[in-house]
């Protein structure tokens, strides 16, 4: 459970690093010249903070619970990021950004219940 926690919290410690660096959008480097790279960096930022916070969530002995705690961190911090980076030189609040921080999450959270469906994976994911 211990170990959990200290997952979740150096995991949100990381992505507060990277969302809320005044690094403006033309300083982050684009593969390909894929303009909208960006989105895809929310999308997977909070799909792993999705499944993070899922199977973290030691406190929680039933699979509500624990599905229940990564839908309000999530969007919690979904929420919070993009309005402090408002408040940041360089930066701005995104509505796409917050699309697409809803958006991983919500699959990774479909990827938990899909998974605690399936017997045989519930067993071995520990969920």
């Given at each position: 459970?211990?170990?959990?926690?200290?997952?979740?919290i150096?995991?949100?410690?990381?992505?507060?690093?990277?969302?809320?660096?005044?690094?403006?959008?033309?300083?982050?480097?684009?593969?390909?010249?894929?303009?909208?790279?960006?989105?895809?960096?929310?999308?997977?930022?909070?799909?792993?903070?999705?499944?993070?916070?899922v199977?973290?969530?030691?406190?929680?002995?039933?699979?509500?619970?624990?599905?229940?705690?990564g839908?309000?961190?999530?969007?919690?911090?979904a929420?919070?990021?993009?309005?402090?980076?408002?408040?940041?030189p360089?930066?701005?609040?995104?509505?796409?950004?917050?699309?697409?921080?809803?958006?991983?999450?919500?699959?990774?959270?479909?990827?938990?219940?899909?998974?605690?469906?399936?017997?045989?994976?519930?067993?071995?994911?520990?969920?």
């Amino acid at each position: 459970m211990k170990q959990g926690i200290i997952v979740l919290i150096l995991w949100t410690l990381i992505l507060l690093g990277l969302l809320l660096a005044p690094i403006g959008e033309t300083q982050i480097p684009t593969p390909g010249g894929f303009k909208h790279f960006d989105k895809v960096a929310h999308f997977g930022l909070f799909f792993v903070t999705g499944l993070i916070s899922v199977f973290s969530a030691g406190f929680g002995s039933r699979f509500r619970t624990r599905m229940l705690f990564g839908i309000v961190f999530g969007l919690f911090l979904a929420i919070c990021t993009e309005f402090a980076q408002s408040l940041i030189p360089l930066r701005n609040m995104s509505l796409y950004d917050l699309f697409a921080d809803v958006a991983g999450l919500g699959v990774a959270l479909a990827l938990c219940a899909f998974l605690h469906r399936q017997a045989k994976l519930r067993a071995f994911f520990k969920l």
